[in-house]
């Protein structure tokens, strides 16, 4: 059974950082593409970043560049999420997903395992 469990989420000013955490569990994930997306009040949910868990080729969203890394730890298995210069509009529930057929998709239905998310709010 997969499981995954975000934390690190919060309230921060704009220009603030947050470090998002993914604790992944139930089997190994270096075969896998693991996903952060986030979803706003009244907007569809979208791929914030991705990346290999093997080879940790990544690959970021335009409107995070430069502000976001995804990165992965194999030894606690988990991915990260750093946000740097928060905005406003980063403000959404942020959700770790696992896609076991390594598509590289910034397509939500790509991925086959979501965890329940974690809120992110951006004060201006």
């Known amino acids: 059974q997969v499981h995954l469990l975000e934390s690190g989420g919060g309230l921060v000013q704009a220009g603030g950082s947050l470090r998002l955490s993914c604790a992944a569990s139930?089997?190994?994930?270096?075969?896998?593409?693991m996903g952060w997306f986030r979803q706003a009040p009244r907007k569809e949910r979208e791929l914030v970043a991705f990346i290999y868990w093997s080879e940790g080729n990544t690959y970021y969203a335009d409107s995070v560049k430069g502000r976001f890394t995804i990165s992965r730890d194999n030894a606690k298995n988990t991915v990260y999420l750093q946000m740097n210069n928060l905005k406003p509009e980063d403000t959404a529930v942020y959700y770790c997903a696992a896609d076991a057929h390594r598509a590289g998709s910034n397509r939500a239905g790509s991925y086959d395992y979501w965890g329940q998310g974690t809120q992110v709010t951006v004060s201006s």
């Open positions: 139930g089997r190994t994930f270096s075969g896998y593409v």
